[in-house]
């Protein structure tokens, strides 16, 4: 059975996990790009970084203090025995990520965005987001969460079908270079790309690319994986490090995810998953015992499903 | 400042220095940009809440802080009330210090802060007609997510003030810190800034990176200022 209890407890325990503990494969990605850094600022950026990730774990402290928007993926399998419905799922959530925002600590981040009000424990109007989705032939539950900073280092463009490629670097350079200055999207990153969908299909694409893929993990496309491993090089390319200074550490990884579109148009997004890339997920079986682990497993094959019928 | 205890050289070009607080003109003055610095003393927070409290709503510093500390970080802690009344502090990050340039004149003239920590720097202009004359610098934290490090460096919550109005975030905390950091000197004396400097270094090769790329469809929003521009 997997109560809500059941999700609370996991729900709590990936958010200390994502706020504290740096995921393996994102570690493995900056330290390859450690190696190739040949600048002196740049490279103690990245070792004072490692130092962080380090103390973090060592000291049970969040390695970042800004909590960004603490917000979870649910993934539910077709027989998964749920008791307690779909909204004690939510609540529970909620309950968990106000427990952790005190008990970590975690900063509080969530205001009211006209009022500037706030509850001290990151819960509110439409918060923490929770996105759902599906699975079939499993009975089991995952749980994500991600704590991504809000401000710098996400874009969007329409593009159209006649700017192909060409404008889809274009639009990368313009980002990469735009909030890389000064380090304002906190690279080296994860670079996330969503094309095609609609205007907010796109976004969340380009987001959940960021943030629900491991480092290394290319799209089973070949051609869309050939361009992640080009857009990868051109963005490290520029000639920029971490916090803006010269260098060639901006993009650890880049994941594009795609959806279909309009006929007549070709919306991009583009966000980075910064030096302080928190994820963590929790598997609940259907006997009631919880794995956790960091790597999401978000886009299964089901996801990606290109037509009406699908073998799982 | 090589008489300063603890000052080392990292490597060939990068130099730590350890500065105790309150920080002295001369201590201030021979910072350059791309050092390392680590701080011990006393470090108080304050942003847009506390600037706009103190600056445009009439409030009053907390008394004695002005002699306490020279040092405004640009922070807002992971920090907890704890059953005792006390703060557990866990991480501590910076916030892009830039939102904050029209209020800077001002608050140094009102605090004599000398040194103001932040995430990503200010302008030069800010350094060289606000900062460089006040005898004020400018530190970043690096990374800039190194929250684990600084909060190891936090030796204890000396004072919080306006919890209640501004909340966790925004309130001014006064830290007792111990080799704090690291952090870099953007800004000197003398106005100059690391940022724009390493800025200008990577916009030697901004152009070449498109070379060869075909022209957009249509122009886009936020390309032009001029709001009378067509997007065709």
């Known amino acids: ?312 | 400042m090589d008489e300063l205890k603890g000052d080392r050289q990292v490597s060939e070009e990068l130099k730590e220095v350890n500065l105790q607080l309150p920080a002295i003109p001369e201590a201030i003055a021979a910072l350059k940009p791309g050092n390392i610095v680590f701080l011990s003393g006393f470090v108080y927070t304050a942003r847009e809440g506390v600037y706009d409290r103190i600056l445009n709503d009439g409030g009053e510093l907390p008394a004695g802080l002005t002699e306490l500390s020279n040092v405004n970080f640009h922070c807002s802690p992971a920090a907890s009330p704890q059953e005792d009344g006390s703060y557990a502090v866990g991480g501590v990050t910076a916030t892009a210090s830039f939102r904050f340039s029209k209020y800077m004149a001002q608050w140094l003239d009102l605090t004599q802060t000398k040194i103001v920590i932040g995430k990503g720097g200010m302008s030069k202009l800010d350094y060289e007609t606000v900062f460089a004359p006040r005898g004020a610098i400018y530190l970043t934290t690096v990374g800039y997510g190194t929250g684990a490090l600084l909060g190891r460096g936090v030796k204890g919550v000396k004072d919080v003030h306006w919890i209640d109005e501004l909340g966790i975030a925004q309130a001014m905390w006064l830290f007792e810190v111990d080799k704090f950091g690291p952090f870099i000197v953007d800004s000197d004396l003398d106005g100059n800034s690391l940022f724009a400097q390493q800025g200008d270094l990577v916009n030697q090769n901004v152009e070449a990176l498109y070379d060869g790329l075909k022209k957009p469809t249509l122009h886009r929003y936020g390309e032009t200022d001029d709001r009378k521009d067509e997007l065709m």
């Open chain 1, 1 to 312: 059975m997997i109560s809500t209890e059941l999700i609370e407890t996991a729900g709590y325990e990936i958010m200390k996990k994502a706020a504290i503990d740096i995921p393996e494969d994102y570690l493995d990605g900056i330290k390859a790009t450690q190696k190739q850094e040949q600048n002196t600022l740049s490279g103690y950026v990245i070792k004072t970084m490692i130092d962080n990730y380090e103390a973090a774990t060592e000291d049970r402290r969040p390695m970042c203090a800004d909590t960004g928007l603490p917000r979870y993926y649910v993934k539910i399998g077709d027989n998964a025995p749920l008791r307690g419905g779909f909204t004690g799922i939510e609540r529970a959530l909620r309950s968990a990520t106000a427990r952790a925002t005190a008990d970590v600590p975690l900063r509080p981040n969530r205001v009211h965005p006209l009022w500037r009000t706030e509850h001290n424990n990151n819960v509110g109007i439409n918060a923490p987001e929770i996105e759902w989705s599906f699975e079939p032939d499993v009975d089991w539950v995952d749980v994500t969460t991600v704590h991504k900073g809000g401000l710098f280092g996400t874009d969007y463009r329409m593009l159209f079908p006649g700017d192909g490629i060409d404008g889809i670097k274009r639009f990368f350079l313009d980002t990469m270079i735009s909030f890389g200055k000064r380090g304002l999207c906190c690279q080296p990153a994860i670079v996330g790309i969503g094309i095609g969908g609609s205007k907010d299909t796109c976004m969340q694409l380009g987001k959940q690319a960021a943030c629900l893929r491991s480092v290394g993990e290319p799209n089973p496309d070949l051609k869309i994986a050939e361009l992640e491993q080009e857009l990868m090089e051109m963005g490290n390319n520029i000639g920029m490090g971490p916090m803006g200074f010269v260098g060639s550490s901006m993009v650890v990884d880049c994941h594009i995810e795609v959806g279909y579109t309009h006929t007549g148009g070709m919306p991009v997004s583009v966000h980075t998953f910064c030096l302080s890339s928190r994820r963590a997920t929790a598997r609940l079986h259907a006997d009631g015992s919880i794995e956790y682990r960091t790597d999401p497993k978000w886009f299964t094959p089901y996801m990606r499903r290109e037509t009406v019928e699908w073998t799982s």
